[in-house]
């Protein structure tokens, strides 16, 4: 049987740790977001520099673990002179690691752009930076919002690797009321529930959003 006593009893620290899975969550979406947009107009670069460059940031963040991700921050670069907590490596750690898979989205988005756009907006004197951020930008974004609206939705779920890195997020806070009160089944599930409030209506709006997507294309 779940204990609702637990709720009650330990409310503050429960509330505490969403707020902080809140903040870290949107922080990382803004910045996988505008990370992973830069990184994909780098992967279809004219120049093989920035391609290069975008080609192995992707591959290299998408095989290996979120959590080792996380590690370089919170313990790798402690060894560099740069201290930083767990909330801040957790957070850097998620944006990072999410962006490679919002820049494979977007470039995909950005190549299902017909060409004849870019050529076109070219020709009328546009330079490349222009006509990406004037042309295939827009509409590529519109392509793959249903993907990246999955992509986020991971992300929010992944938050909990904040916990590792005593990030003071809900699942730091349910190891905390876990180790004082001994009802491992109650305490996490009540982390549970704080994580449905947050993802099962992001995962309706997806889906709304898409279905609409739809019908206007």
Known sequence: MIDTSIL???WDSYL????????S???ALAGSFVLGTLIAVCRISPWKGLNAFGAAYVEFFRNIPLLLVVYLF???LPAAGLVLNGFIS??????IYTSAYIAEAIRAGIQAVPSGQTEAARA???SYGQTMRHVVLPQAIKIVIPPISNQFLNLVKNSSILGVVAGL?????GD??????YDTVSSYAFVALFYLVLTIPLSWASRSLERRLARSG
């Open 169 to 173: 997020d809900l699942m730091y806070f």
């Open 90 to 95: 957790g957070t850097l750690g998620l944006m």
């Open 176 to 181: 905390i009321v876990n180790s004082d009160t």
């Open 25 to 27: 969550s949107l922080l």
């Open 16 to 23: 505490e740790g969403f707020r902080n899975t809140v903040l």
């Open 74 to 76: 919170f313990l790798g």
């Open 124 to 126: 009328s004197g546009l």
């Open 8 to 10: 009650i009893d330990n």
